[in-house]
C-alpha cells in the first residue's frame, strides 16, 4: 500500500497531502492560493504540507507573479522523475520529455519509412530517449514511464493491437514489454485517440465535464471516449473505433477487411488519390496546405471527408450524448474548410447537437494534443509514493 493511502491516525494528513500532490501533478503547478481552491482545503494547511513536501524534496516552490501579486508557484521537483510521451504516426514517430509538473524538457521527431520493420521503430525510440535523457543531463533510472501512443485500438489485456489489419505488422508485437525490457522502466500504451481525449478532459476543452469525445482526423479515423472522467476503452479496447463504421457497403476494402468503412472514404489515402490526377504523388499534408491556401479541389476532397467524419459522429453523438465533442489531428488543422462542413454535418445528423447546441470545438493542444495526454497518462498511473523516492 502505498504510505498515501490513510487508514491511519494520521490519515486525513495524508489524504490532504495526497489531495495537494494530485492537484500540483495535475495542473503542472499552483500557487497556495490556487491549491487551497483546488483541493477546498484551508490556506493554512495547504502552506503547512507544503512546506513539509518541499522539506521532503517531492515540490519546489518558485517565485512567480502571473496572477499580477508576487507569489510561490508550487511545482513537483524536477529530481522526483521524468516521463516520456512516445507518438508513433503513419509516417513519423514523435518523443517528448516532460518532468513530473509537465514542463516540457526535450520534444523531437522522425520520420519513420513507410515500410517500416515494427522492431528498428521500437529501437529507434529506445535510442531516441537515451539520446534526448542525454542532452538533459538525465539519463533512464531518471524515468518515471514512458507512454506510447499508437494509431490502432490497443487491447488492455493483451497488450497488443486489438484486430487485424489496421496496424500490420505490428499486431504480435508486445511493445510495452519490449522497451521496458530496453529502457527498464514502466511502459504504457495506449490508443492515440484515447490519450488525445485525456489531454481535452483533464486540462483542456473538456476539463468541466465528465462525459466528452475527442475525434481524430488524422491518416487513420478514431476516437477517444471519455466517460466519468475516465478513459472508456471497451471490448478489447474497440471504443470510439468510428474509423470502421461502414458508410458505403459498395465502397473499397479497408484495411481492416470491411468494405466501405469511413477510413476509406475520409482518412489520408481516401483524401489524396482523387487529386493524383492533378497533382501527381500529392502528401497528405500538401493536400491539406493547398486546400488551407485557396486550391478548390484539395479543399473539395477536406470538405466531402468531413461530411462524411461528421455523420458518423453524429450518431456517435445520438449514442453517447457527450457533452464536448472536440476535434484534432491533421485535418482538422486545415481548419473551417473542415471545421464548418464537420460541425454542420453533425448537426445536421444528431438531433440531440442541434437542440443542445453542442458544436464540436477544436483541440486546445493542437499538433500536441496526443503527448499531453500521454504525458499526464504516465503521471495518473504513478504511484505518488514513488515519487518520493530522492532520485537526486
Ligand atoms: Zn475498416
Redesign the pocket.
Known sequence: MSRWSGGSQSGLREANTAKIVDAVKRFGGLTQVELAEATSLSTATVSAIVKELSLSGLVETHPTSRSGRRAQLVTIARRAGLVAAVQIGSRSMRVRLSDVGQDVLADRSMPLPTDHAEDTVLDRITLLIIDMLGMIAADPGDLLGVCIAMPAPVDPATGLIAYR??MRRWETQPVAEVVAQRIGCPVLVEKDANLAALAEATLGTARDVEDSVFVHASYTISAGVVLNSQIYRGRAGTAGEI??VQVDPAGSI?????RG?L??IAGAEAVTAPLRATFGQVTFKDVIARAAAGDPGCARVIADAATALGRVVAAAHQSLAPEVITVGGELAEAGPIFLLPFATAVRDNAPQARTLRNDPVPSSFGKDAVLVGATIHILQSTDPSQLLEDRS
Open positions: 489489419g489496421v474509423g470502421h479497408c484495411a481492416c477487411g470491411q468503412c477510413e476509406t
